[in-house]
């Protein structure tokens, strides 16, 4: 057989990249080996670890063109593999829930800041609820669960190098609680140059070059709880699953349907893995959705999708469902992929601008797309109820309504609330930072008959107030809008300017 001029080239250009890709991995472990050079033993030895992952993880990037998936491939899942949280129910519980509950941990993904907010520290210090924060809610649960069913349910907390000395500072007025808390931190990886394709980190220390490191992503729950010792400690007593989901989802409480669902599985089905899902509406097109991908279940997120099915992914009708991040996961399954470097978790690339205007990369992974390594991996379409995020000042206002009423840490649905939707609540900028926002209500509207809320510009309430149907305010640039205390709005529309004077 002859090569064409084509061919050689094509030979020639794949050698080329190749010895090119060899080049860029040298050079960052040469420049990883420089930085470690500049740490004390013991953080040496953590670092170590770090940037072993790191280095996997940076190798992959190298290999990868393009989106990881092929969309021909695609196809909907199963019937039974994504099953109705109501047939799961229906099942019933077990006659002995602490002897279930006694197998589980609860992990919370415990590494973001409240900068989006408006907030500085770890975003669940935020207060939101009667003086309770994310943290505060979460302890009250499984404090409930466990005095409740006589039962010893840990709680988890995954922090960051950003959040893990306030949370640590904070856990100390838990001590009296009945609940074991147990901390371990993800990875600390090198933001790297865009260009050069080189750490910008000049050394191991944080001072003055907090910029130079970031946590990647909640992905690597299964190397740093791994490498942390924690995941032996709770296997060898006795616990067998993780309950894991964000610590901003104050829906994401443990189930004991699910628990006892995952727990009654016969043996050569065990399931090892289970991802609760929720209906799409238009709020969350971009959300991960599950998918049959080369006869796995697998999670396709839309920075795997090639452009031109963008949306197509967006679509509510041919992709229903996305994923909570709320994951139910088997220890021992865990241990094993670990052991075997088995897990396959596809990259995310995170481009970011830095204050200086330096564009870097942050290589990430999400804990969600290791479903297609565990068996018998499964998704439980679960009530809205259950993804209650507090991304934004309006999610906020939400949870501290009386839409929603406070039991044992737990957020419910008010039964005066006639629909079990939640309003569209949309809130402008002068709204987003936490201290900002709390300034403009004198107390929490009633929200009980609210289907849509929009409120833009300079705008405060007064107390009492009654929001009802749509209610849309806007107060024009240089106008300020009151509304005055006892007002009732249904279905209004107020702009302009309105100003209700004490006299």
Not at 55 to 69: A, D, E, N, T, Y
Not at 406 to 426: I, N, Q, Y
Not at 470 to 489: K, S
Request: with cysteine; charged share 25%.
């Amino acid at each position: 057989m002859s090569l064409t001029v084509a061919d050689l080239t094509r030979g020639s250009m794949t050698e080329f990249h190749q010895k090119l890709r060899q080049q860029h991995e040298n050079s960052m472990h040469r420049e990883l080996e420089a930085l470690l050079c500049t740490a004390d033993p013991a953080e040496a030895e953590t670092s170590r670890k770090d940037f072993d992952g790191f280095k996997k993880l940076f190798h992959r990037f190298l290999q990868v063109k393009g989106p990881s998936i092929e969309w021909a491939k695609i196809n909907r899942p199963p019937e039974d593999s994504i099953q109705a949280y109501d047939s799961i129910r229906a099942k019933g519980l077990p006659d002995n829930i602490s002897s279930s509950l006694n197998k589980l941990a609860v992990v919370k993904l415990n590494g973001g800041l409240g900068t989006s907010m408006g907030c500085k520290g770890p975003k669940s210090l935020i207060s939101v609820r009667n003086e309770n924060t994310f943290l505060d809610l979460t302890v009250k649960q499984i404090e409930h669960l466990n005095k409740t069913y006589n039962a010893d349910v840990p709680l988890v907390l995954m922090n960051s190098f950003n959040t893990d000395e306030d949370t640590k500072k904070i856990l100390q007025k838990y001590k009296h609680h009945q609940v074991n808390i147990h901390t371990f931190n993800q990875s600390r990886y090198p933001r790297v140059n865009k260009e050069s394709l080189l750490p910008i980190a000049k050394t191991m220390g944080m001072s003055g070059d907090l910029e130079a490191w970031y946590p990647p992503g909640h992905g690597d729950i299964y190397a740093s709880f791994h490498n942390s010792g924690l995941l032996d400690k709770l296997l060898s007593e006795g616990k067998e699953y993780i309950f894991v989901s964000n610590i901003d989802n104050l829906g994401a409480t443990v189930d004991l349907f699910i628990l006892h669902h995952l727990i009654s599985q016969p043996a050569h089905k065990q399931c090892e893995f289970i991802m609760e899902v929720t209906d799409k509406t238009r709020a969350d097109v971009k959300g991960g959705t599950l998918i049959q991908y080369d006869d796995h279940l697998r999670l396709l997120e839309i920075a795997q999708v090639p452009k031109p099915h963008v949306d197509e992914f967006k679509s509510v009708t041919k992709f229903k469902i996305f994923n909570t991040n709320n994951l139910w996961i088997s220890l021992p399954a865990i241990k094993r992929l670990q052991d075997t470097n088995a897990l396959d978790l596809e990259i995310i690339v995170n481009p970011k601008t830095l204050d200086g205007g330096l564009n870097v990369l942050q290589l990430e992974t999400a804990v969600g797309a290791a479903i297609k390594s565990f068996n018998n991996a499964l998704g439980v379409n679960v009530p809205r109820s259950r993804f209650l995020p507090v991304k934004t000042s309006s999610d906020l206002l939400l949870v501290m309504s009386n839409l929603y009423s406070l039991d044992a840490g737990s957020l419910t649905m008010s039964k005066k609330r006639e629909f079990p939707t939640t309003p569209h609540v949309k809130l402008g900028s002068s709204f987003t930072k936490v201290q900002d926002f709390l300034s403009r209500f004198e107390n929490i509207p009633d929200m009980l008959e609210l289907d849509h809320l929009t409120v833009s510009g300079d705008v405060t309430f007064g107390k009492n107030v009654s929001l009802k149907g749509t209610v849309i305010i806007i107060a024009n640039h240089g106008d300020r809008i009151d509304i005055p205390a006892g007002a009732v709005l249904e279905n209004k529309i107020v702009s302009g300017n309105l100003r209700i004077l004490d006299h």
